[in-house]
T-cell receptor, first 114, second 111 residues
């Protein structure tokens, strides 16, 4: 049981390049989330999904797109990277049932845009 | 708007007790969670309060007062390994929407 995994762990992009971050979970969770974390800013929600084939915008969605074609995967795309998107990106998932709203986080992707 | 306020830094010594406060202002509220994050690592779940009162899990306890829009995380018998960032997070609606996180409190424990 790997939990939540993220690919890649590190990436350096030039301004204007595109890339896709992959998140996978093996816990059969319905809900998946993408956050970015910047120093002193905490975790800010980019996009989330409440089930296969559905996505919704979070707090800071501009410049990002997502897709959830399979229940276990949630992809985050940057079409034209900007230096402001330099950040650590965390994916998380939750079951949507129970009473704790516990989210399980992946190890993060450290992205630098030059 | 929606906001959570928590102190940016707290320092303490081994064996001490420390309390990290969190006040929130959100459009909806289903519960208050706490997460721990060690430097360079992923956030991990610590506790959740849906009702007023104290929840205890080992050395850690979490408290909620819905009428005051306030909660805190209490860490007892501090150990060096407790040095980390601690985030409060609000569930603004029923399951299916994401948590709103505070900016985090960095706890430094010294010997």
């Amino acid at each position: 049981n790997a939990g939540v995994t993220q690919t890649p762990k590190f990436r350096v992009l030039k301004t204007g390049q595109s890339m896709t971050l992959l998140c996978a979970q093996d816990m059969n969770h319905e809900y998946m989330y993408w956050y970015r974390q910047d120093p002193g800013m905490g975790l800010r929600l980019i996009h989330y999904s409440v089930g296969e084939g559905t996505t919704a915008k979070g707090e800071v969605p501009d410049g990002y797109n997502v897709s959830r074609l399979k229940k276990q995967n949630f992809l985050l795309g940057l079409e034209s990277a900007a230096p402001s998107q330099t950040s650590v990106y965390f994916c998380a998932s939750s079951s949507g049932t129970g009473v704790t709203y516990e989210q399980y986080f992946g190890p993060g992707t450290r992205l630098t845009v030059t | 708007g929606q906001s959570l306020e928590q102190p940016s830094e707290v320092t303490a010594v081994e064996g001490a007790i420390v309390q990290i406060n969190c006040t929130y202002q959100t459009s909806g509220f289903y519960g208050l969670s706490w997460y721990q994050q060690h430097d360079g690592g992923a956030p991990t779940f610590l506790s959740y309060n849906a009702l007023d009162g104290l929840e205890e899990t080992g050395r850690f306890s979490s408290f909620l007062s819905r009428s005051d829009s306030y909660g805190y995380l209490l860490l007892q018998e501090l150990q060096m390994k407790d040095s980390a960032s601690y985030f409060c997070a609000v569930a603004p609606s029923q399951a299916g929407t994401a948590l709103i996180f505070g900016k985090g409190t960095t706890l430094s424990v010294s010997s």
